[in-house]
């Protein structure tokens, strides 16, 4: 049989004329198909770092404890309830008998339905194998679901009869047999089978509650669902020393009782779990709109969002705040931006870090760190509206940093910081996405119910939304017991009813605050993204919008199917296609304005490029919303004057752009402004002031406001300052003069409008959580990898004689030979063409078995065919250990 037939014949699948039932993982991953394999390596990513050699550590490597932690967490209610399920049954468990540990006595049709596809997606996952006679849970899920006086478990339910009496004296055991009933028997074990079959006999058992005081059974009914525990006194009261005496509850330490796991199955029924979740919860509808309204207001909420980010890093064209020594953004800092948003603390959080992921804003790395705008922020500004929309999307999508964060502490009680470190959960995106597409599910137009998806996601994900507590102990005694769990931390509120939006105008939908909420990070996580997306519009009124239903590959005019299928299509492309959605939904920039007799001008859309940076010098912003209102002011004006304006250049632009006359009295405003801009001079001396009006200096002087800037007069016409020049022209100005800056050379320094840029600077990398998924490449390489080096590891070796230079070798140990062997062997194999088994350690020392066919043996190396790898390669001979010819019937 040639080596393609070995391998070939080494993965049948299970079930198939002839197989075997496995008696190890390693043969029950062997008995499956490439797709298994893939499917399983595909759940469980953890496993492909490294490829596996083969089967065997395939097996070795699913069973450790943090990747068996891994996959169990990423498990829904139901699947985790029937794996629960299974580490309080016998081992191994036929399919009967897990299925009446969930149905019960009284049977349950949808758990009946629902129960194959979870014994399935364990069997997929590497998490269970057997057949269905014999199905067993992988150890080490074994003992993290298993019951334990350490970690009791989700079922409620205690150790066994035999484990419980463990450590009993037999004579007790006898005395219990016989306050049950029972007939003594000759030693410990008989006894504990026993009394094991009476609690699992419901006539028999029945009969014995029925003549149990009822005290008694009030005890059995507060510890029947859990804790199993008890406490007692040295001296019981009589019903619990009934219940002990008959072996109702067996002593777990000398202060503690168990109830054991045969009777409280007996007391439940047969139900292992107390509510069977065999379904996912349904979303419920919170409202519905029709979806132009949805979109329209998504779109809205789209343009404010960039108006916002615009606005932000605009505030920050001179340089930003200065970046912690720790990393970060002082309180201070936030809180004056959050200040000149208009917003909250929390949401100016939001769009900081959401300009951050995006990659328009970074530190400078220079020795007096602070925040800019980065180069790539001047290329997304050039972008049209919607492609500058998508990219934020995309970043916020797919991006780590979590802005909901900021202002909790992390592990070690330091305060986390916008823009800060440890910032970055690996589990954001997926959860931004889950939720997005739950909402998909719903038809268009239709906002679900935060509560109800919670619910869902809790369900789908139930280990990783768990709120640590303290589980009390009840006192089978007194009835009494205690327990404590504490639930409390901030996170994004999302209610109903009118919400302001965020530095641009306001928004009808969900409104954004800061409210006590879950302590889970998944559940956190959901909340703070249905906030966010309200603000960002990926979705309007609580419903998805349309662009939104492109970015994630979703259907548009229909709900997605549940499960939402992937469809394959490149993120990059998706957000194309939402940008075109949302284009023709957002307003189209104007190149107007309309001027007012009140030194205001009313934008009546957003500006084009040119006429918003002019605009955005020559005045200030009054208001915002649909039309945004500008104020012309002294400051505004000399603002535009530093800037190397004239008062003509300003008339002529106004004029250019209003489609109103120019108002007289901002005519006069601008002339005036004007007539005294640079009337003084200001240089650097420390620094001085010149006028050709020494009258206007004495003016100075002569104020009571000037003492600050320590002023004395050097000449009729020039004054000298001991401040600098900088805090000189702040001082005067305030005072209501209109100085400006002068060169060495006596000149007037313009101040234009330039911006500050760090260097160049990449977007942060998301931290992701665990290994990425594999795409379907790699899926196929590492099948084909691990099959071979399956192959080579169980092909048939011929074995050498045993002798006292040569012991035996162990199965599966990598072949020992000497140099002067190994060379022959292999010469042989070229000249035969047949096949060897080789041992072979790389550059690295990583140690490998591989089948080669020689083809050539010269200067030091074989070249042949590596069956392992399905290609010709050349190995070097010295770094092969040991050689060894395949059994006659594999050749």
């Known amino acids: 049989m040639g080596i393609g037939e070995l391998d070939r014949e080494a993965h049948v699948p299970a079930g198939t004329g002839g197989a075997a039932a496995p008696r190890t993982l390693a043969e029950a991953l062997r008995a499956r198909g490439d797709e298994g394999l893939a499917a399983l390596l595909r759940a469980r990513p953890d496993l492909l770092s490294p490829v596996p050699n083969d089967l065997t550590q395939l097996a070795t490597r699913a069973g450790t404890r943090g990747s068996v932690v891994r996959a169990l967490e990423r498990l829904d209610r139901f699947t985790l309830q029937t794996a629960e399920a299974l580490a309080v049954a ?59 006086p350490q970690h009791p478990s989700p079922t409620g339910l ?39 079959e009476l609690f699992t006999d419901r006539d028999r058992m029945g009969a014995l509650l029925d003549t149990a005081p009822s005290d008694a059974l009030a005890v059995l009914d507060r510890l029947v669902w859990g804790p199993p525990y008890g406490e007692v006194t040295a001296n019981p009261a009589p019903p619990v020393r009934w219940l002990r005496d008959r072996g109702l509850l067996l002593p777990a330490s000398p202060r503690t009782v168990v109830l054991p796991r045969e009777a409280a199955l007996h007391l439940r029924g047969g139900r292992a779990h107390r509510s069977p979740e065999p379904h996912a919860p349904a979303l419920a509808v919170l409202r519905e709109y029709r979806p132009q309204v949805v979109d329209n207001a998504a779109a809205g909420q789209a343009y404010t969002a960039l108006a916002t980010v615009e606005e932000l890093l605009k505030s920050w064209d001179q340089g930003g705040p200065a970046v912690l020594r720790a990393g970060g953004m002082s309180v201070r800092d936030l809180r004056r931006t959050a200040s000149a948003l208009d917003v909250t603390e929390q949401v100016a959080a939001f769009w900081l870090e959401l300009a951050y992921g995006a990659g328009l804003l970074a530190s400078d790395g220079e020795a007096d760190e602070r925040y800019a705008p980065t180069p790539a922020y001047d290329d997304w500004l050039d972008l049209p509206p919607a492609e500058r929309w998508a990219r934020l999307a995309t970043a916020w999508l797919t991006g780590t940093r979590t802005s909901g964060l900021v202002g909790g502490q992390d592990a070690k009680g330091r305060a986390l910081s916008a823009l800060g470190p440890d910032l970055d959960r690996g589990a954001a995106p997926e959860v931004r996405r889950r939720v997005l597409t739950l909402q998909a599910t719903l038809p268009p137009g239709v906002a679900a119910d935060p509560e109800t998806l919670l619910t869902r996601l809790r369900w789908e994900r139930p280990l990783r939304g768990t709120t640590a507590g303290t589980a009390g102990t009840p006192d089978p005694g007194s009835g009494t017991g205690s327990g404590a769990g504490t639930a409390a931390g901030g996170a994004y509120g999302v209610g109903t009813g009118t919400g302001h939006g965020s530095g641009h105008g306001s928004a009808v939908g969900p409104g954004v605050g800061m409210v006590h909420g879950p302590t889970d990070l998944r559940s956190r996580l959901a909340l703070w993204t249905l906030a966010e997306a309200e603000l960002l519009g990926i979705t309007g009124r609580g419903a998805l919008g349309s662009p939104a239903r492109a970015l994630l590959n979703l259907p548009l005019a229909e709900a997605a199917a549940e499960p939402v299928a992937e469809h394959g299509v490149e993120l990059s492309v998706a957000a194309s296609r939402a940008a075109t ?241 190994t060379l022959a062997t292999v010469q042989a194999a070229a000249m035969t063409g047949s096949a060897v088994w080789i041992g072979y350690v790389n550059a690295e020392g990583a140690a490998s078995q591989r089948v080669i066919a020689p083809v050539r043996v010269e200067g030091g190396f074989v070249t042949g065919y590596d069956h392992t790898a399905d290609e010709v390669r050349t190995y070097p001979l010295h770094r092969i250990t040991g050689v060894a010819e395949l059994a006659d019937d594999q050749v």
Do not use: N
């Open 90 to 148: 016998p081992d191994p468990a036929p399919y009967p008998v897990l299925l009446a540990l969930l149905t019960g006595d009284d049977g349950d049709p949808d758990i009946e339905a629902a129960l194959p596809r979870a014994v399935e997606v364990l069997r997929d996952q590497a998490l269970v194998w057997g057949e269905d006679e014999r199905l067993r849970l992988v150890r080490t899920a074994r003992e993290l679901l298993a019951p334990s």
């Open 158 to 196: 205690g150790p066994t009869v035999s484990e419980a009496t463990a450590g009993m004296s037999p004579g007790r055991i006898q005395e219990i047999l016989t306050a049950a009933g029972l007939p003594a028997t000759h030693d410990p074990v008989s006894a504990v089978a026993a009394l094991t």
């Open 581 to 821: 959605l949302l284009g023709p939904l957002l307003p189209e920039a104007v190149d107007h304005v309309l001027l007012q007799a009140d030194l205001t001008a009313v934008a009546p859309g957003p500006l084009r490029r040119p006429l918003a940076d002019m605009l955005s010098v020559l005045a200030d912003v009054e208001s915002k919303g649909g039309a945004t209102v500008y104020r012309f002011t002294p400051g505004s004006v000399r603002r535009a004057l530093d800037a190397g304006r004239s008062a003509s250049d300003l008339q002529d632009f106004l004029t250019a752009h209003s489609r109103t006359p120019v108002p007289q009295p901002l005519s006069y405003l601008i002339d005036d402004v004007a007539r005294k801009h640079g009337h003084l001079r200001i240089g650097a001396a420390s620094a001085y002031v010149r006028c050709d009006d020494d009258a206007l200096l004495g003016e100075i002087l002569a104020d009571k406001r000037s003492a600050s800037l320590r002023l004395r007069r050097l000449a009729p016409t020039v004054l000298a300052a001991q401040t600098d020049p900088a805090a000189l022209l702040d001082g005067l100005r305030s005072m209501g003069y209109a100085p400006a800056a002068e060169s060495a050379a006596g000149d007037v320094l313009i101040t234009r409008a330039d911006t500050y840029r760090t260097g160049a600077r990449t977007a942060p990398a998301p931290v992701p959580e665990g290994p990425p998924a594999p795409d379907t490449t790699l899926l196929g390489a590492a099948v084909r990898a691990i099959r071979a080096g399956d192959a080579a590891a169980t092909a048939v070796r011929k074995e050498r004689p045993e002798t006292a230079e040569v012991p035996a070798r162990a199965s599966g140990e990598l072949p020992r030979t000497s140099p002067a062997e």
